[in-house]
């Protein structure tokens, strides 16, 4: 199948045509073609040259593929060989054609090292401070218990400073520069918590501009590339009655715009509750995905169509009666004919006027927007207009799980309760497996056997990788309307596991200030833990170990019996030689076709074995997100944290871009930037309110200016509170998109951007994307 392409219709001053040669075919199969297949179904730069061969296939009467074969190139897999690779150097916005998640996935990385980065320079100050002070010991003196104490919030002057007990050196290192250093009730500067403050204002406004620049973006790849998602969204809230294609075409072209009744709709596709066929249809899907996993000649693919087959049947011979009962989901696509009325309706109906009181948004003075207007149509049951209708943009179409649209509110939500009720019994599990290697871990340094410091880091980040397979395994049960939506919920799930495994278990098994200092301290502990999941686990994702694991199974050296040989290559290139000359002249029989058939599926499915994995955004965003949670709550006790921090998130960075462009295959589908925009939320919503309980938490111990303390934790707290629940980023951002204009984007759409008209564009498209 040919991968998803996002071509556009091509822009004014658009480059000179891009000519590519058709790589000579080999003479015949050899295991050198599978070696090069790893390589050749890469990320390449090919939209610009395919759509380029379209417009020219249009001018000779051609389809998009029927001028591929004029041109020698025998399919897409052929011509993409001779497409060249992106540079490692190049921009995100560069591999637009792959979707605008693509680009914002590392916008999203830049935009968390652009915080770290704020955190480190506002925190040397601190580190130059405590490296000044000598007094950990102090912590010897400190009662087991001594919370009571170190939140007497009352407290403003220095607390008695007592000689260190003898042997009390094994403390931890000063050169952790930690606010341990200062001793208990020491510490009387307004500075340290007063810069810890600022820190949570820069992560406030880091957030605020990452989330215009990711509006840009997606303004920006909507500008160069097209899909049919650009033409068409999705509008949920419908009445289930709501079945006829023509009244609600009717009704979209009189209400989408305001002050406009007849804009043009290409078509609505309608969302049925096909609640009696759901079940069997899902059935129909896991056979096929096990049906990919064997070889076409195997005998277990039998079996598995023979239970299509019957599943098939069972759902044919029941729609006729069960057709005149279908309802609709409350969910249809609807298609514009040109995208600058697509884009205007989403604006009308998405404002923050129409999200919270069903309004039109009108503008006020000079800030478009502003105060509400009107109220908006709502779609008629019988004669009255009584259903308030969502809109949103609307997915790809092989994002869209159309099975899911229907599922019931209730029965959505009791799903998803199950599923978090067993991730929370997981991290509860995982939990106590890391409390346990922590305990361990403290009992052998106690009986001296220092070799095995190391063994609870490694083994929790594998309880991390547990957790991240029982997390998608999680989400896959769940009901979701896109697979975009289904990726995220599995990577919150990754996400919190793994900041309770990483960062959680620790603090509860050293919660008392004195534990923080005191070998075996909670500093070494974060130390290490930091220093392990923040710069190992990039460098795991770069094995690619189900390619590797595959290549124990297919290659020639593999273990298994299914393993690729010379002989099937050679019988192969005999059935070749015998049946390709009989099919170009017609004479091959149907058994002799269906031969011919077989041996392309063999071939395919052992280049798919070949083929390295697909970038596994779940994952890839929970990683990130675990690390800068982590490193944010323990910056305030361990500063030096955040260079570990900055440090992962850069290595991230660096590998997943070149696995990207050097070694993962060509994403299936576009992926959008919705997975990026929720991990940003989720930042606003976590990461300023967790620092600022950070800062209350393990500075009060050692300061005795208390005071000082707790006004710097209620301006920040108060700060943080505001921002995540009351500064609404969609309502601002179009007053604020001038900020972005420093970063050369332009935000002005083109003219023939606004002039993209459906039924042209469509030419482009493989039959795939339709």
């Known amino acids: 199948a040919m991968p998803v392409l996002r071509p556009r219709p091509p822009l004014l001053g658009d480059l000179e045509e891009m000519v590519l040669e058709a790589p000579p075919k080999p003479d015949k199969l050899s295991f050198a073609e599978f070696e090069e297949w790893t390589v050749n179904c890469g990320v390449k730069k090919a939209q610009r040259a395919y759509e380029q061969m379209a417009l020219k296939g249009k001018e000779n009467n051609r389809s998009a593929v029927e001028e591929m074969h004029a041109r020698g190139f025998k399919d897409f897999n052929h011509f993409q060989k001779a497409c060249q690779r992106f540079p490692m150097s190049c921009w995100p916005t560069e591999f637009a054609e792959l979707g605008s998640g693509y680009v914002l996935y590392f916008q999203f990385l830049a935009a968390l090292a652009a915080m770290l980065l704020a955190l480190v320079l506002l ?51 000063q050169t952790y520069l930690t606010p341990g250093n200062f001793g208990p009730d020491q510490a009387m500067s307004a500075m340290v918590p007063t810069l810890y403050t600022a820190c949570i204002g820069a992560i406030c406004v880091c957030v605020f501009y990452a989330y215009q620049v990711f509006v840009a973006t997606e303004r920006l790849v909507d500008a160069s590339t097209t899909s049919p998602g650009d033409f068409a969204l999705m509008v949920s809230g419908l009445p289930a009655l709501a079945t006829d294609e023509t009244a609600l075409m009717k009704w979209f072209r009189e209400n989408a715009l305001k002050g406009k009744t007849d804009t043009e709709i290409v078509k609505v596709v309608i969302g049925w509750d096909a609640e009696e066929f759901r079940e069997k249809v899902e059935k129909i899907k896991q056979l096929k995905k096990e049906m990919q996993d064997l070889e076409p000649t195997d005998p277990g693919v039998t079996e598995l169509q023979k239970k299509i087959r019957e599943i098939s049947s069972d759902l044919h011979s029941s729609a006729p009666d069960r057709a005149s009962r279908l309802r609709s989901s409350g969910s249809v696509v609807v298609v514009f004919r040109y995208q600058c009325d697509q884009s205007a309706c989403l ?71 199950l599923s978090w009720a067993a991730m929370a019994l997981v991290i509860l599990v995982s939990f106590l497996v890391a409390w346990g290697l922590v305990v361990g871990r403290t009992e052998s340094e106690k009986a001296d056997l220092q ?217 299936e589908r576009p992926a959008n930037g919705r997975m990026a925009t929720f991990s940003l939320l989720f930042i606003k919503y976590v990461a300023p309110g967790s620092l600022s309980l950070a800062v209350l938490v393990f500075l009060m111990p050692s300061w005795g200016n208390k005071q000082a303390v707790m006004a710097n934790f209620f301006i920040s707290g108060l700060s943080a509170l505001v921002f995540a629940f009351l500064v609404p980023l969609r309502l601002v951002s179009k007053g604020a998109m001038s900020c972005v204009g420093c970063l050369g984007y332009s935000l002005k759409e083109d003219s023939a951007c606004v002039e993209q008209d459906y039924y042209n564009a469509q030419y482009m498209w493989s039959k795939e994307m339709k």
């Not at 002070?133 to 170190?150: H, K, L, M, Q, T």
Request: aromatic fraction near 12%; charged fraction near 25%; glycine fraction near 6%.
């Open 123 to 173: 925190q040397l100050p601190a580190m130059v401070t405590y490296a000044q002070e000598d007094y950990i010991c102090g912590w010897y003196a400190v009662d087991a218990d001594s919370w009571g104490d170190s939140f007497r919030s009352s407290a403003t002057e220095r607390g008695e400073r007592l000689d260190c007990p003898p042997g009390s050196s094994g403390g931890a290192s």
């Open 347 to 417: 604006e009308r109906w998405t404002s923050f006027w129409a999200r919270w009181m069903y309004c039109d948004a009108e503008d006020l003075c000079c800030l478009p927007g502003a105060r509400p207007g009107q109220s908006l149509p709502r779609y008629p049951v019988g004669d009255r207009p009584v259903m308030r209708v969502k809109v949103q943009q609307a997915a790809e179409p092989g994002d869209i799980v159309w099975t899911h649209l229907g599922v019931p509110v209730w029965e959505r939500r009791k799903r998803l309760a």
């Open 451 to 667: 070799f095995v410091s190391f063994v609870p880091a490694l083994l929790i980040m594998v309880n991390n990788m547990a957790i991240t397979q029982f997390a998608k395994w999680l989400g896959n049960k769940e009901y979701h309307d896109t697979n975009t939506d289904k990726d995220f919920s599995q990577a919150l799930k990754m996400s919190i596991g793994m900041i309770v495994n990483t960062a959680g278990v620790l603090f509860w098994c050293k919660a008392q200030p004195r534990e923080w200092y005191m070998e075996p301290s909670l500093v070494s502990e974060v130390f290490l833990m930091m220093a392990v999941n923040a710069i190992v686990a990039p460098m795991v994702n770069a094995v690619d170990l189900g390619w590797r694991i595959k290549g124990l199974t297919y290659r020639p050296w593999g273990l298994s019996r299914r393993k690729l040989t010379q002989e099937k290559i050679d019988t192969w290139n005999e059935t070749i030689r015998t049946l390709a000359p009989k099919k170009k002249l017609k004479t091959i029989t149907k058994e002799e076709e269906k031969e011919l058939e077989n041996m392309k599926k063999s071939i395919d499915f052992y280049k798919r074995a070949y083929s390295p994995s697909l970038m596994r955004a779940p994952r890839q965003y929970a990683n990130a997100l675990k690390t800068f949670v982590c490193c944010v709550f323990y910056s305030p006790l361990i500063p030096m944290v955040s260079f570990f921090g900055l440090a992962g998130i850069l290595l991230q960075y660096m590998i997943d871009k070149y696995l990207l462009l050097r070694w993962y295959q060509r994403p």
